[in-house]
């Protein structure tokens, strides 16, 4: 018997993490979750200890870490994990050798230093998480670290299964978007859109974050820059078109003429399966799809960018180099939590971004730590953004 793949999970009580450990669940005799880290669900974060019995326990806060052992003593486990806390337990578990796969399924920049320190230990990386790709991507070039991340995007999976076992390079990159819930609206509608409006995705159940940013392209507009990285394809090669249907998750074109496409259920489970089960494909019969799925048609259409200008603000800075994508993503984190607050509305987040990104310094980012230096210079100005927004100016 082969020895079984050992996996530690950041962000294991989210949507996507939750995705990634149902995968685990149905392979126990291939894979040991050796590691569990959450932010703040501590109570969820105990009960997957309690069923995987971890050798790693990973959470934010001194305080969450003793209301996890607290809890912990009350349940019968087989193994009492390591309890770590904060950055320096996402880097411990990072680095452990007991663990051969780090999946990092959480959202932010704090995943950036994990999936730095796992990649460089010739670890492989599974990402779902947008920030450290986009904000450390330009780093990675010329070098062969990326050849370690698989990401757990529908899309990038999309695409990471097209170019897969290819000698030629792509020419060119296809994403689609399912569009969000308000991609028939008229501009004057969307003024009027509403935080629990824009958290009811038709197709996807994510955090709500992400569930904003779908709603306004600036997740696709993520995206292209992450692809552009993942894949070493110019941004102007990598188009977008919003496919309601959401079977058909990316589609690779070549110097030949050539396509190919990747269509499944619109399951995370699918972009985890083919994560774990590499280089082998995972039997799990209840993602297949029949071919009756197609007999309703596929539709695609051109994204409308004066509509959803974020699309457009994510391009140009992904062009303009790793200052302004940094600025964009800070920009985007500081509007969306107005946004979901109340204090701007829907069309208050292209508007806020835009006039930051105005904003952001040229500078060169050389090191981790620079990077993380300018996001916070830009967070700064993009809340005296958001001050003047709120108060009409």
């Not at 959401?246 to 690779?252: C, E, F, N, P």
Request: hydrophobic share 45%.
């Amino acid at each position: 018997m082969a020895e079984r793949l050992r996996v530690a999970v950041v962000g294991a009580t989210g949507s996507v993490g939750s995705s990634f450990l149902e995968v685990c669940r149905s392979f126990r005799d291939r894979i040991e979750v050796l590691g569990l880290a959450a932010a703040s669900s501590v109570h969820k974060l105990a009960s997957l200890v309690e069923e995987f019995s971890p050798e790693y326990a990973v959470v934010w806060t001194g305080e969450s870490a003793e209301e996890l052992k607290a809890i912990l003593k009350g349940k019968r486990i087989q193994r009492v994990p390591e309890v770590m806390v904060g950055m320096e337990g996402l880097m411990e578990l990072a680095r452990s050798d007991q663990v051969d796969h780090l999946s990092i399924c959480s959202s932010g920049v704090v995943g950036m230093f994990p999936m730095w320190e796992a990649l460089t230990r010739g670890k492989v990386v599974s990402l779902a998480n947008k920030e450290s790709l986009m904000l450390s991507g330009h780093l990675m070039e010329r070098t062969e670290l990326a050849q370690k991340l698989i990401p757990l995007d529908s899309e990038h999976s999309a695409l990471w299964q097209c170019v897969r076992g290819e000698v030629s390079k792509p020419v060119g990159l296809l994403l689609t978007a399912s569009g969000g819930p308000f991609w028939r609206l008229s501009s004057e509608e969307l003024r009027s859109v509403r935080a629990e409006d824009a958290l009811k995705h038709p197709v996807w159940s994510m955090g709500a974050k992400i569930t904003v940013d779908s709603a306004t392209l600036m997740n696709k507009g993520f995206e292209v820059i992450e692809a552009s990285y993942l894949f070493d394809v110019p941004m102007k090669s990598i188009e977008v078109l919003v496919h309601p249907e959401a079977l058909v998750h990316g589609i690779v074109s070549f110097s030949d003429g050539s396509w190919k496409a990747v269509l499944f259920k619109p399951d995370m489970r699918v972009p985890a399966a083919v994560a774990l089960g590499l280089p082998h494909r995972l039997e799990v019969p209840d993602l297949h799809m029949g071919w009756n799925a197609l007999g309703k048609g596929l539709s695609f259409y051109e994204p409308d960018l004066a509509r959803f200008p974020c699309l457009q603000l994510a391009r140009e800075a992904g062009e303009g180099g790793a200052h302004l994508i940094c600025g964009l993503v800070a920009a985007d984190e500081v509007a969306v939590d107005l946004f979901l607050r109340g204090a701007i509305g829907f069309t208050g987040i292209p508007e806020l971004v835009g006039r930051t990104l105005e904003r952001v310094p040229s500078v060169r980012l050389r090191s981790l730590e620079e990077v993380m230096s300018h996001y916070e210079t830009c967070r700064a100005l993009a809340r005296e953004v958001g001050l003047s927004i709120v108060g009409g100016g």
